[in-house]
């Protein structure tokens, strides 16, 4: 005797709403650019040149920068105060109505000595001075961080921030004191054994970190000694 099983299968139909989205396809996007490096380590003071490698003359490229955009195959950029070209960037490449996939790379800052040697110093119109990193007086200094230096004349040379620099950036130089840091400023102090006291009261200056490293750089910057005198400063330090 032959046995038959009934199957019943049971539809549910659920009263909901379903969202379609269109999206424009691009048959024909154009290749992400090519370049002829990866990423690029720029000094504050450097220009920043960024080119396409072979670039197609029918094709727009657009570089996106940490906070604005350029277009064109080639560009120039020149320092100009307030605007830092460091951080992620991008690139494009459009036709009239497609866009290529994003290439991607880093600036970050690069040393720049101004000609001194390590751990150096110079007003203007005076030789450099060769100054020793003080590692046993690195500490938190009245809640800032400091970094010691001293020459063989017994002047002092004082970088203060609001807190130890872990990554590699530029700060603008605080004209008020080592109290009143934000996060992106630093403060600049230069004693002499004769008593003379000099404050950084403008400019950027180019942190780099590698490791417990610090490096500190900055050309031609404004020093004040309080009594209305100014002069330009250069240095280069390492400390940690």
Do not use: H
């Not at 396409?52 to 003359?57: F, G, S």
């Not at 002092?156 to 609001?162: A, D, S, T």
């Not at 590698?210 to 400390?239: E, K, L, P, R, W």
């Amino acid at each position: 005797m032959k046995k038959y099983i009934t199957i019943f299968t049971v539809l549910l139909l659920f009263s909901s709403c379903i969202k379609v989205e269109t999206v424009n396809i691009c048959p024909n996007a154009p290749p992400a650019p090519a370049l002829a490096f990866q990423n690029i380590q720029l000094g504050f003071q450097d220009t920043l040149n960024l080119s396409v490698l072979a670039p197609n003359p029918s094709l727009t490229y657009v570089w996106v920068g940490p906070t604005f955009q350029i277009p064109g195959a080639s560009i120039s950029l020149t320092p100009v105060g307030g605007v830092s070209y460091y951080g992620t960037w991008s690139v494009i490449a459009q036709t009239a109505t497609c866009s290529s996939d994003t290439t991607k790379f880093t600036v970050t800052p690069g040393i720049t000595t101004c000609g001194l040697g390590r751990d150096s110093f110079q007003l203007s119109g005076t030789a450099a001075s060769k100054f020793y990193f003080f590692s046993s007086q690195n500490s938190t200094f009245n809640g800032y961080y400091q970094i010691s230096f001293q020459d063989n004349n017994g002047d002092y040379f004082y970088i203060y921030f609001q807190n130890q620099p872990t990554t590699s950036s530029v700060y603008s130089v605080s004209n008020y004191s080592y109290s009143n840091l934000n996060y992106n400023q630093c403060y600049l102090s230069y004693q002499t054994a004769g008593g003379l006291s000099y404050a950084g009261y403008n400019g950027n200056v180019s942190v780099i970190v590698s490791g417990s490293a610090i490096t500190v750089t900055f050309c031609s910057i404004g020093f004040n000694n309080g009594s209305g005198y100014t002069v330009n400063g250069s240095g280069y330090f390492i400390g940690s």
